[in-house]
């Protein structure tokens, strides 16, 4: 399986803008690239996905670089409920399991 | 709210003992997944059904099996529970079998004591 890697934590203030980047230099062809969230004491919740192009949605931006090796995910304006462990996941549809690596621990400043 | 419900919230148990977690998808979802998290292991996937057949394994002990009912909810069942079971264990579903995001429960947390 293709692996991400991400930043153990990041740090943001509130009302400005976060970029969550993400490594996964084996990422194959077929390989979407998911985004999910955990606030605390929840189940994960989808955010975002793409495949080549950038994404835009309710809650964020997607952005794929053109190698597709690397992925950032934009909140543009952090909100203190965006406090939350964000992961990167890669999937190649063959399957819709999902593998959580570690993930990105955003803590949001008042 | 996800629209999947799972029970118990809770659940305390002894070694050995056996316990049954239930979930219920979205309206309309198909396809459940059971997932595991625990302090040391992360968030793993078990098992996979779609419309009442298993579909895909994943890091699923032998003493833990599941099913799909025809009216799509699903059971999971842990069998001679060990202290190291103790974990939340999520539900989620999705509308296909794959290619579509996943919604999951607000999961149930067991303890082995």
């Known amino acids: 399986d293709a692996k991400t890697t991400q930043p153990n934590s990041m740090e943001s203030n509130e009302e400005e803008p976060v970029h969550l980047p993400c490594n996964h230099s084996?990422?194959?062809?077929?390989?979407?690239i998911h985004w999910y969230r955990q606030l605390p004491s929840q189940g994960p919740e989808y955010v975002i996905h793409?495949?080549?192009s950038n994404v835009n949605n309710r809650m964020a931006s997607l952005a794929i670089a053109e190698d597709r090796k690397s992925s950032t995910l934009i909140l543009h304006r952090a909100t203190l409920r965006d406090a939350a462990v964000y992961y990167c996941?890669?999937?190649?549809?063959?399957?819709?399991?999902?593998?959580f690596g570690g993930g990105t621990r955003l803590m949001v400043k008042p | 709210d996800s629209g999947v419900t799972q029970t118990p919230k809770h659940l305390i148990t002894a070694t050995g003992q056996r316990v049954t977690l239930r979930c219920s998808p979205r309206?309309?979802?198909?396809?459940v997944y059971w997932y595991q998290q625990s302090l040391d292991q992360g968030l793993q996937f078990l098992i996979q059904y779609y419309n009442g057949e298993e579909r895909a394994k994943g890091n699923i002990l032998e003493r833990f099996s599941a099913q799909q009912f025809p009216d799509l909810h699903s059971e999971l069942n842990l069998s001679s529970l060990e202290l190291g079971d103790s974990a939340l264990y999520f539900c989620?579903?999705?509308?296909?079998?794959?290619?579509?995001?996943?919604?999951f429960g607000p999961g149930t947390r067991l303890t082995v004591l």
């Open positions: 793409g495949l080549t």
């Open positions: 989620a579903s999705s509308a296909e079998l794959w290619g579509s995001e996943q919604f």
């Open positions: 084996t990422i194959s062809g077929t390989d979407y």
């Open positions: 309206s309309g979802d198909l396809s």
């Open positions: 996941i890669l999937n190649n549809n063959a399957g819709n399991m999902l593998t």
